[in-house]
């Protein structure tokens, strides 16, 4: 099955700074990467996603990059703000395209935006 | 609003009480699901649902049991609980069946087994 590895765990960075979370996965079938955001006290939310068949992705402060050949993905955020504090997730799909299974998600990164 | 509910957000029980976690979204969506998310484990998938009377096992399924009689709510129920299973627990739900859509959690549901 699916492994989905996170790196770091913990991410410290000064506000107004660029973030990088780095994400690698095991299953070259896999062609579907979102990103997910959890706030304190709050469920996941979907931020930003990424298919097989594109390198790069923005929106607005965040984007997302795809290296296939190496299987890894990346999450980048530009000057970082306060309310960008919060534990991110990245996940691949188990299944190319439609199927009966979920996302395998990585272990998650606590950003830490320093004032 | 659409909206994934989920009751009690906080619950302390004591091993081998029966108890049951309620899911239910608004959206008219086909497929739900329960995940748990454990300190350095990240979130792992309990069951799925890829609509009703369909229920699928995920990554950790054990001491869980599920059901889908309606559209709107996927309770998830711990017959006997254990230890083992305190941890914050998330309902999620998704239009259709394809798993390149967004994801939409609850707020998540703490529960301590003592």
């Known amino acids: 099955g699916e492994n989905v590895e996170q790196h770091p765990s913990t991410l410290s960075v000064q506000e107004g700074d660029s973030a990088v979370i780095k994400c690698t996965y095991s299953d070259s079938a896999s062609n579907y990467f979102p990103w997910y955001k959890q706030e304190l006290g709050k469920g996941p939310q979907l931020i930003i996603d990424?298919?097989?068949?594109?390198g790069e992705k923005k929106d607005q402060r965040i984007a997302v990059t795809l290296n296939k050949t190496a299987k890894h993905f990346s999450l980048h955020i530009t000057e970082t703000q306060p309310e960008d504090s919060a534990v991110y997730f990245c996940?691949?799909?188990?299944?190319?395209?439609?199927?009966?299974?979920?996302?395998?998600f990585g272990k998650g990164t606590h950003l830490i935006i320093q004032p | 609003e659409a909206q994934v509910t989920q009751n009690p957000r906080y619950l302390i029980t004591v091993t081998g009480k029966k108890l049951t976690v309620t899911c239910s979204q608004n959206m008219n969506h086909e497929y739900m699901s329960w995940y748990r998310q454990d300190p350095g484990l990240g979130l792992r998938q309990i069951y799925y649902s890829m609509n009703v009377e369909v229920t699928d096992k995920g990554d950790v399924p054990e001491g869980y049991k599920v059901s889908r009689k309606e559209k709107r709510n996927f309770p998830l129920i711990l017959e006997s609980p254990s230890p083992n299973q305190t941890s914050l627990y998330f309902c999620?739900?998704?239009?259709?069946?394809?798993?390149?859509?967004?994801?939409?959690f609850g707020e998540g549901s703490r529960l301590t087994v003592l």
């Open positions: 996940a691949a799909s188990k299944h190319s395209g439609g199927g009966a299974d979920g996302l395998t």
């Open positions: 999620a739900t998704r239009s259709g069946s394809r798993v390149t859509g967004e994801l939409f």
């Open positions: 990424i298919r097989s068949n594109v």
